[in-house]
């Protein structure tokens, strides 16, 4: 059980990536006061854990009353994470997690950018939504209260991408662009492994299936 709950936090960790949050924050808040970016950060995780918390109790009916089976959401979740590590890796932009040009223009002429795209794509996005599904999903053949310690986790994580919003400036004068793509990266490759893991896991679970 310890060893899924490490996986879990890592996994949102990863998928979350504070890092990749901090740059777009501090860039879109350059011109704020120190009360509106903490408003802003503190919204924008609000609004994460919302939707995390929601998609983590209904997405598992709503793929049952879709008729999705656990082994598809997998395989289909696992190349989803797998783009998303891609765009980590390789500094691409598949519209996944980060803002195309446009996307960030509009968030820049908006007075509230803690919805879009800090929320959405940013925390909340479908990499997230999915490793939530996927690790609910797994935490459901243990008991409720391992559950529940998926959903506390999440909660972790997005308070440790808040405190780190609100230490935007700093984080970044201290590791550079170039720091914070290096830890982008290796994020990444951890994902990559990850959403890989879920694909196997998928397959096999195909296999058996057909055996019986």
């Not at 950018?113 to 990499?127: D, K």
């Amino acid at each position: 059980m310890n060893d899924f709950f490490w996986q879990t936090f890592v996994t949102l960790l990863v998928v979350i990536d504070p890092f990749l949050v901090i740059p777009v924050f501090v860039s879109l808040t350059r011109n704020d006061t120190k009360a509106v970016k903490e408003r802003t950060a503190r919204k924008a995780c609000l609004i994460g854990a919302i939707l995390l918390i929601a998609f983590a109790f209904l997405g598992d009916k709503l793929l049952d009353a879709m008729d999705i089976s656990e082994p598809a959401f997998r395989i289909a979740g696992g190349f989803l994470l797998l783009l998303a590590a891609i765009e980590m890796v390789v500094a691409r932009n598949t519209g996944l997690r980060t803002p195309t040009g446009d996307e960030t223009k509009e968030a820049i002429q908006k007075d509230d950018i803690s919805v879009f795209p800090l929320a959405i794509p940013l925390i909340a996005g479908p990499g997230a939504i999915t490793s939530t599904v996927v690790l609910m999903r797994q935490a459901e053949a243990m008991g409720f209260f391992v559950q529940m310690g998926v959903i506390l986790i999440a909660l972790i994580v997005l308070a440790l991408t808040y405190v780190s919003l609100l230490l935007g400036d700093p984080i970044m004068k201290r590791l550079g662009v170039t720091g914070t793509n290096v830890l982008t990266r290796v994020f990444g490759i951890i994902l990559a492994a990850f959403s890989i893991q879920n694909i196997i896991t998928g397959l096999v679970m195909v296999i058996k299936s057909a055996m019986k």
